[in-house]
């Protein structure tokens, strides 16, 4: 019946590929009453959802279990919103048109904070309480997981449970836990009490936290001796031998990346200073060459894409890569099949790497300088230099490439108006670079984009505990990159500074927040990281409601302060990040990893051998 409604409906919509289901490669099964009904929940919309490389991952894993049948969730836009609510449709799964509530779990993935008002949206939309005290036997469990996921405090109140570290082996654990649940018919509080004992499971129910006077934390404890004070990230140690999906589900439409994606290795031994992903991910551990090019083939014949795109946090630095991608190229370059690479350092691109690329497709080149001072990008670990950038833009533009991107961050710590002044002076420099190759070398006219976003402190880095600049200072900032960059050859993009100011309220916020949030989602908050939507106005209304200054969250901390994710155990020792911290302050340079033991940790605390 909710699928004949559905296809009803399904014309009145602006994009109806967001909803229609039945793609190529997306799992059908019977559905039985002893199943497991799993809920995938991306929190935005069908393009951007499809486009998560752990979402397909952590699909194919569950799906993979006989008795598991899991089916995929997104956010539904305005226009398609406004019709379900009209005709009182609930929001449904992707694959069987099935409402939502009757799903026994439901998994939201938290990439960005701003997506949590979606989760709310999503849950209200199946009538769904959105307090996890208020929910019923009958309603799903509600759990999350995802890099936001390693700052839990802010959704505690509305979250039954949450996965922290990478999925594929933790979901199996889960699976067959809530099968022993169906079987011996526990109460959800038996099952929580259950899960809550799994290495990577986080229950806040089951965790007490009080205050100081000064709003600060004062305790953060558990309600019982049985369950643990730390709570370790889990991870995959053998990527070789992990499940990655080779029948990806094909959209369509098209989607953020449209694209191949083939993960090649895991963590990242640079240690840039403003970077959560840097550290959480840890340590490295990457797939063979022989594992990475079956991957290529499977994936290729199974779906038909023209462009494969071998993502990490810093493609290059497999040990392997040179080799790998050549010889993906000999294998492909018959299908005219692209390779892509994701936003490169500016000290480690390797020209004749480049020139096989190019012999397929031209795909787009980003660099990520981050600071535009040797001092900025000293202070961040960045680990680059201007020589290095003026090297490999001279080595792009002399093989024909003329467009370029170059991500910078505003607001980092001990940021000057001089180092603001050095992301125009490398963007003039961009196109100074490009005059200097000989003009029967040069392709194009040449194009610089310039973007900046807002430096937002991340837990588990060793800026967590710097504050953030104001918003004011943000706009002040970026009023006067814009009245300097005039170079027409040179575009200037940035990132909203309220978006970025919240986004630093979630990141470090505790579970007070909780209400604040709910608070915003009643004065109408959804979609907050599409410009359309944002409305900062009601999230002042909301934190106004609740009795909380949201500049609380965006101070500085001292060592001393408890932090609200401090019971969580990423494998990196606070007295490393503290280290980094004062080097950071010192202006002084941690070498990488690959090249010597830095002493983060996580060899000894999480793996038990060396990294």
């Not at 190529?24 to 559905?31: A, F, H, L, P, R």
């Not at 279990?65 to 379900?84: G, K, M, Q």
Request: a negative charge; charged letters at 30%.
């Amino acid at each position: 019946m909710l699928r004949n409604k559905i296809d009803d409906i399904l014309y009145l919509v602006e994009k109806p590929s967001r909803y229609i289901g039945d793609e190529i490669n997306s799992v059908k099964k019977t559905v039985t009453t002893e199943m497991i009904r799993y809920g995938f929940c991306f929190p935005d919309v069908y393009e951007v959802g499809m486009s998560h490389l752990g979402s397909h991952i952590l699909y194919g894993v569950l799906n993979n279990i006989e008795d598991v049948y899991c089916e995929r969730v997104y956010a539904p836009w305005s226009d398609c919103e406004a019709i379900l609510r009209r005709e009182n449709l609930p929001l449904f799964t992707h694959e069987t048109r099935t409402d939502i509530k009757e799903m026994d779990i439901l998994n939201f993935t938290l990439q960005y904070e701003l997506s949590y008002t979606n989760i709310l949206n999503m849950l209200n939309m199946s009538n769904i309480p959105l307090r996890s005290k208020d929910r019923s036997e009958e309603d799903p469990f509600i759990m999350a997981g995802g890099p936001c996921a390693y700052n839990p405090e802010p959704l505690a109140e509305i979250v039954d449970f949450f996965s922290l570290g990478e999925g594929e082996e933790v979901f199996i654990d889960l699976m067959n836990l809530y099968r022993e649940k169906k079987k011996n018919n526990w109460t959800k509080d038996e099952f929580l009490r259950k899960v809550a004992l799994v290495d990577g499971i986080y229950v806040p129910k089951f965790y007490e936290v009080t205050y100081n006077e000064d709003m600060t934390l004062k305790s953060f404890e558990p309600i019982s001796d049985e369950f643990p004070k730390k709570i370790q990230k889990r991870i995959v140690e053998d990527m070789n031998g992990a499940y990655y999906p080779t029948n990806f589900v094909l959209p369509y439409t098209d989607t953020v990346h449209d694209r191949a994606m083939i993960e090649i290795f895991r963590g990242c031994t640079r240690g840039c200073r403003f970077c959560q992903a840097g550290m959480i991910y840890r340590p490295v551990r990457e797939k063979s060459k022989e594992v990475i090019l079956k991957s290529a083939r499977d994936i290729l014949e199974n779906t038909g894409y023209e462009e494969i795109s071998l993502t990490s946090l810093s493609t290059l630095d497999h040990s392997d890569i040179k080799d790998t991608i050549y010889q993906m190229i000999d294998e492909h370059q018959s299908q005219m099949v692209g390779i892509s690479l994701p936003s490169l350092r500016t000290d480690d691109l390797a020209v004749d790497v480049l020139q096989e690329i190019q012999k397929i497709r031209k795909t787009g080149l980003t660099f990520a300088p981050e600071a535009g001072t040797q001092r900025m990008r000293d202070v961040i670990n960045k680990g680059v230099t201007e020589q290095d950038l003026d090297e490999t833009l001279m080595k792009i533009f002399g093989l024909g490439w003329s467009r370029v991107k170059l991500y910078f961050m505003i607001g980092l710590p001990t940021e000057t108006y001089e180092d603001l002044d050095g992301i125009n002076d490398l963007g003039n420099r961009s196109t100074w670079l490009f005059k200097q190759i000989p003009a029967e070398q040069r392709q194009g006219t040449v194009s610089v984009t310039l973007s900046a976003s807002n430096f937002v402190p991340k837990p588990f880095t060793p800026f967590q505990w710097m504050a953030q600049d104001t918003l004011e200072t943000f706009k002040e900032k970026q009023k006067y990159l814009r009245s300097k960059i005039v170079n027409k050859k040179v575009k200037f993009n940035y990132h909203d500074a309220e978006t970025s100011v919240l986004e630093g309220v979630f990141a470090r916020g505790d579970r007070r927040l909780s209400e604040v949030l709910i608070k915003a989602y009643e004065l109408g908050c959804v979609f907050d990281g599409w410009q359309e939507f944002f409305n900062f106005e009601k999230w002042m209304q909301a934190f106004e409601a609740c009795g909380i200054d949201y500049k609380f969250y965006n101070r500085e901390r001292s060592y001393e302060e408890l932090l609200p994710w401090d019971f969580i155990d990423v494998g990196v020792r606070k007295a490393f990040l503290i280290r980094e911290n004062e080097n950071a302050i010192n202006g002084v340079v941690t070498a990488d990893c690959r090249q010597q033991c830095v002493g983060c940790g996580i060899n000894i605390d999480l793996i038990g051998r060396d990294c």
